[in-house]
């Protein structure tokens, strides 16, 4: 795999297209550290670093088991995701994402799941991932002329790397997700962003949301790490609740731009402010 590695998911707030300003602020550490990254989503950053440990975790059960998947079962999964790509159409569509309101859908394998989620990411309105109070996905058909449904050079290098590296992968809580981060380690934190409106939020890509309260608890996970000597970064938007957060502190927060593509409403897309903040000095 390669710096320009390409996704196997589309991700509100991705962050492929920072990853040349991530470098310039990387922490100094050592050959063997371990990464963690407790909100993965896309994974652009782990798989931008590579690195030989890492433990990477998700609050959605579907994004996680899409994980577990590509590193265990690339062919099957390659083959899943041909069978959405010759059936697709707005009709098909709608009958694969609301599958999940249907009892069968409990019964269904992992490498069904894994599919079906990566074919209504690369179908849907806008690669948005969002889901319902009832964790039900309920973004409507993208009408897209030639999706790339079915990416196998993407999968297959993302599987090679999960395989041949120690990689733990979980599904649960961020704060559970480092218990185990010690000096010297480099935490990663990729939360959903704190609201920059009442109308540009998005943070619904998992029933359980992430409000300001989580984002103080956030923050409180964050100093408790620093103090056990981990290098720690943060990206979130540029708000003043977030600026007020981490300030004052001996974190410096900077200030990144970022073009936005994907957002539920139009008005959030475009460059916008966001920042990172660190607890160490870069290389």
Not at 79 to 95: G, M, P, T
Not at 246 to 273: C, E, F, P, Q
């Amino acid at each position: 795999m390669t710096n320009d590695y390409t996704p196997f998911v589309k991700w509100a707030g991705g962050k492929r297209q920072l990853l040349s300003t991530i470098d310039k602020y990387l922490p100094p550490f050592g050959n063997n550290y371990t990464y963690y990254e407790p909100f993965i989503g896309g994974g652009a950053l782990l798989f931008h670093l590579q690195p030989k440990k890492a433990v990477i975790n998700d609050s959605n059960a579907e994004i996680a088991n899409c994980y577990e998947v590509i590193r265990d079962y690339p062919d099957e999964l390659i083959a899943d995701l041909q069978e959405h790509n010759r059936k697709n159409n707005e009709e098909y569509y709608y009958e694969v994402r609301d599958s999940d309101r249907k009892p069968e859908y409990k019964t269904s394998t992992k490498i069904q799941r894994a599919a079906r989620i990566l074919y209504l990411n690369k179908t849907c309105y806008n690669g948005l991932f969002r889901v319902n109070s009832q964790g039900q996905f309920n973004v409507p058909f993208g009408r897209y002329k030639k999706p790339a449904i079915v990416n196998e050079a993407v999968i297959r290098a993302a599987s090679s790397y999960l395989k041949q590296n120690e990689l733990t992968i979980l599904h649960g809580d961020f704060k559970q997700a480092v218990n185990e981060a010690k000096e010297g380690d480099f935490v990663y934190f990729d939360p959903p962003y704190d609201v920059l409106s009442s109308t540009s939020s998005f943070t619904s890509y998992d029933v359980n949301g992430f409000d300001r309260a989580e984002q103080e608890r956030l923050f409180n996970v964050f100093q408790q790490l620093d103090k056990r000597r981990c290098y720690v970064m943060l990206s979130n938007s540029s708000t003043d609740f977030i600026r007020k957060l981490y300030k004052n502190r001996k974190y410096k927060v900077l200030t990144v731009s970022a073009n936005r593509a994907i957002n539920s409403v139009s008005g959030g897309r475009g460059k916008i402010d966001e920042v990172l903040v660190i607890n160490y000095e870069p290389t």
